[in-house]
């Protein structure tokens, strides 16, 4: 599913990463730890497109990354990868249903089919009644479930998460720690989660601790 062969990256004269290689199959739930700066973060981006590594390579679903043009690499990111990010990161504009709709909707989707897949996964995720409701009028723990759904709508073969329980109350943590597997149960979703919640990391299939810029357990 994921495998990164000798991954480095530098920020002028800071490097950060100093060759990664790390495995993750499909269908894992696998958690990043380490100390703030550690590069844990750097990581994620890299691996999930946002960033590019200063070396090294990359490969997602049997495809090298670096292999890719921009508009490659954007249309890759939109059909195979979900994120989901601490703050949610919704339109404050849109509503819940609009909100999970959207990447399908720049995937080329119709409006009746992004609407159903977006029913469907808010519905499995006990959102069918806030449908209408937009950001503002949804509990933390809700906007999160939302920003899964978004996660998903594309039929992504991994997610990756950072800090995603960071800004939750207790209950609301628990409550997301408890969908990843249950996500990974219902559709063999495959999850990569940084975090500094250590209970959460713990629960994972595996926990991989970053220091230093180097990958000192998996």
Same mark, same amino acid.
């Given at each position: ?14 490097? /950060? ?16 730890? =380490? ?9 994620? &981006?890299?691996? =999930?497109?946002?960033?590019?590594? @200063?070396?090294?390579?990359? $490969? ?5 990354? @670096? @292999?890719? @043009? =921009? +508009? ?9 990868? %979900?994120? /989901? $990010? ?47 409701? +937009?950001?503002?009028?949804?509990? %933390?723990?809700?906007? &999160?479930? /939302? ?12 997610? $990756? ?27 063999? &979703?495959? $999850? ?20 230093? %810029? ?5």
């Amino acid at each position: 599913m994921i495998k990164c062969e000798q991954i480095r990256k530098s920020y002028g004269e800071l490097e /950060v990463l100093k060759g990664i290689d790390l495995n993750i199959d499909a269908g894992e739930v696998v958690s990043i730890v =380490g100390a703030s700066g550690a590069g844990k973060t750097t990581l994620l &981006q890299i691996l =999930g497109t946002l960033d590019k590594p @200063s070396s090294g390579d990359v $490969f997602l679903d049997d495809v090298n990354l @670096s @292999s890719l @043009s =921009g +508009k490659q690499l954007s249309r890759f990111r939109n059909t195979k990868i %979900g994120f /989901v $990010f601490q703050f949610h990161q919704l339109l404050p504009e849109f509503n819940a249903l609009e909100n999970a709709m959207l990447p399908a909707l720049i995937n080329g989707q119709s409006k009746a089919k992004a609407e159903e897949s977006a029913k469907e996964l808010l519905s499995f995720l006990s959102l069918n009644h806030r449908l209408d409701h +937009k950001p503002a009028e949804l509990s %933390g723990g809700e906007k &999160q479930r /939302v920003a899964v759904a978004r996660a998903l709508i594309n039929k992504p073969a991994v997610v $990756f998460a950072d800090e995603p329980s960071g800004n939750l109350d207790s209950h609301s943590q628990e409550e997301l720690q408890k969908l990843f597997f249950e996500l990974r149960e219902a559709f063999n &979703q495959t $999850f990569v989660i940084v975090t500094h919640d250590y209970h959460l990391a713990k629960m994972c299939d595996r926990m991989i601790e970053i220091k230093d %810029g180097l990958i000192c357990n998996s």
